[in-house]
């Protein structure tokens, strides 16, 4: 059915029929049931080897006119084969080509035109007259052919729709999970940096008239979260512009990133302890990264300040990231705990088919994240 559904160049197909068309006749004509044809039957059965030869550049007009001069020639007596072959062979790109019930027109016009001239021209012969079969045979042999011919491309056409439909699904597919992947990595700048700022506006607050320089350092770490993560915006946002335009491209996040992640993270109040063991392949580095801060991210939010281990290994031929914190836990707003950054962090664990982890540690202080997924 693989066959079915590729369609080689259109100029090969031309050429392969306009070979086919030349060798039908050819053949059709040498072994006729006359030997001696007329000028008007030759010209007819090389005019019905022409609709076989333009059969795919005008499917309909080639597969009518291959029906009329077919009853022509079988009208003569010329020749009984070459109405049928070439009917048989124009049929099938209306039935690649057209809709069902266009092409089922077609097909049953060609049985009872074609057939009805092939029973006229038969009527009164035997086999041991002039070697022709009985009609009834002659009949059954044609319809069979040409319902085959039909049946072919009515699959072919199928089959083609089949493989376009499931390639416009498994692009819809791509671009959803694109999105899906840009709206995660959104969330993961916009939260961590606005945690951040949020607790750096709270610092400056409470400092700024006291002491003005610790004031002044707060703001300036605002302005930098800020510009770094407008900067980062607006590489994800530039990849859900039309196709075609220029987006500017930014190195994505490593291992190597972990330890900015863990200052910044102490600025706003958690204590980072960081261990990170080598044989983490880079390609898995951006999702470690997005884990781990995401993790950080809301230790900052939830309960800063506070002193979190993270512990990023590769061994056994598995990942392994861990992240633990000893605050004290605050709800910033009813409803259960969890939202879209532990959703996001479940996503990217279960990219490489991993386990995802994380709840509150026992004795209601403190909470855990792990997560591992096995090395490819």
């Given at each position: 059915?693989?066959?079915?559904?590729?369609?080689?160049?259109?100029?090969?197909?031309?050429?392969?029929?306009?070979?086919?068309?030349?060798?039908?006749?050819?053949?059709?004509?040498?072994?006729?049931?006359?030997?001696?044809?007329?000028?008007?039957?030759?010209?007819?059965?090389?005019?019905?080897?022409?609709?076989?030869?333009?059969?795919?550049?005008?499917?309909?007009?080639?597969?009518?006119?291959?029906?009329?001069?077919?009853?022509?020639?079988?009208?003569?007596?010329?020749?009984?084969?070459?109405?049928?072959?070439?009917?048989?062979?124009?049929?099938?790109?209306?039935?690649?080509?057209?809709?069902?019930?266009?092409?089922?027109?077609?097909?049953?016009?060609?049985?009872?035109?074609?057939?009805?001239?092939?029973?006229?021209?038969?009527?009164?012969?035997?086999?041991?007259?002039?070697?022709?079969?009985?009609?009834?045979?002659?009949?059954?042999?044609?319809?069979?052919?040409?319902?085959?011919?039909?049946?072919?491309?009515?699959?072919?056409?199928?089959?083609?729709?089949?493989?376009?439909?499931?390639?416009?699904?498994?692009?819809?597919?791509?671009?959803?999970?694109?999105?899906?992947?840009?709206?995660?990595?959104?969330?993961?700048?916009?939260?961590?940096?606005?945690?951040?700022?949020?607790?750096?506006?709270?610092?400056?607050?409470?400092?700024?008239?006291?002491?003005?320089?610790?004031?002044?350092?707060?703001?300036?770490?605002?302005?930098?979260?800020?510009?770094?993560?407008?900067?980062?915006?607006?590489?994800?946002?530039?990849?859900?512009?039309?196709?075609?335009?220029?987006?500017?491209?930014?190195?994505?996040?490593r291992l190597a990133d972990l330890p900015s992640l863990a200052e910044r993270?102490?600025?706003?109040?958690?204590?980072?302890?960081?261990?990170?063991?080598?044989?983490?392949?880079?390609?898995?580095?951006?999702?470690?990264?997005?884990?781990?801060?995401?993790?950080?991210?809301?230790?900052?939010?939830?309960?800063?300040?506070?002193?979190?281990?993270?512990?990023?290994?590769?061994?056994?031929?598995?990942?392994?990231?861990?992240?633990?914190?000893?605050?004290?836990?605050?709800?910033?707003?009813?409803?259960?705990?969890?939202?879209?950054?532990?959703?996001?962090?479940?996503?990217?664990?279960?990219?490489?088919?991993?386990?995802?982890?994380?709840?509150?540690?026992?004795?209601?202080?403190?909470?855990?994240?792990?997560?591992?997924?096995?090395?490819?």
């Open positions: 059915m693989n066959l079915l559904a590729r369609r080689p160049p259109a100029w090969l197909l031309i050429l392969a029929d306009a070979v086919l068309a030349v060798l039908l006749v050819v053949v059709s004509t040498t072994g006729s049931a006359e030997p001696d044809l007329s000028p008007t039957a030759t010209v007819l059965c090389w005019l019905l080897a022409l609709s076989v030869a333009v059969r795919r550049i005008w499917p309909e007009p080639a597969y009518y006119g291959a029906l009329l001069i077919g009853l022509a020639v079988l009208a003569l007596e010329a020749n009984r084969l070459l109405p049928t072959a070439a009917l048989a062979l124009a049929v099938y790109p209306v039935a690649t080509g057209r809709p069902v019930r266009r092409s089922a027109i077609a097909l049953a016009a060609g049985l009872l035109g074609n057939g009805g001239a092939l029973l006229l021209s038969t009527a009164g012969r035997t086999t041991t007259s002039n070697g022709w079969p009985d009609p009834v045979f002659v009949l059954a042999t044609s319809w069979l052919i040409l319902g085959a011919s039909w049946s072919l491309g009515t699959a072919a056409r199928t089959r083609r729709e089949f493989a376009a439909r499931e390639a416009r699904r498994q692009a819809e597919q791509a671009a959803a999970d694109e999105r899906l992947r840009i709206a995660r990595e959104l969330h993961d700048v916009v939260a961590h940096s606005l945690s951040l700022i949020t607790v750096k506006a709270g610092v400056a607050v409470k400092v700024l008239d006291k002491h003005p320089d610790e004031g002044r350092k707060a703001l300036v770490a605002i302005e930098e979260i800020g510009r770094g993560s407008l900067t980062e915006m607006r590489q994800f946002l530039g990849a859900l512009r039309a196709p075609g335009s220029e987006v500017e491209t930014m190195p994505l996040p993270a102490a600025e706003a109040g958690v204590r980072v302890e960081l261990s990170v063991d080598g044989g983490v392949p880079e390609s898995m580095g951006p999702a470690v990264y997005r884990i781990v801060q995401e993790a950080i991210t809301n230790v900052v939010k939830h309960a800063a300040p506070a002193r979190c281990q993270v512990g990023v290994s590769a061994d056994n031929g598995r990942v392994r990231i861990s992240i633990v914190d000893d605050g004290a836990r605050r709800r910033t707003r009813p409803g259960p705990t969890g939202g879209h950054g532990l959703a996001g962090m479940r996503e990217r664990a279960l990219q490489y088919g991993g386990d995802f982890e994380a709840g509150p540690l026992p004795g209601g202080r403190g909470f855990a994240v792990h997560t591992s997924w096995d090395l490819p």
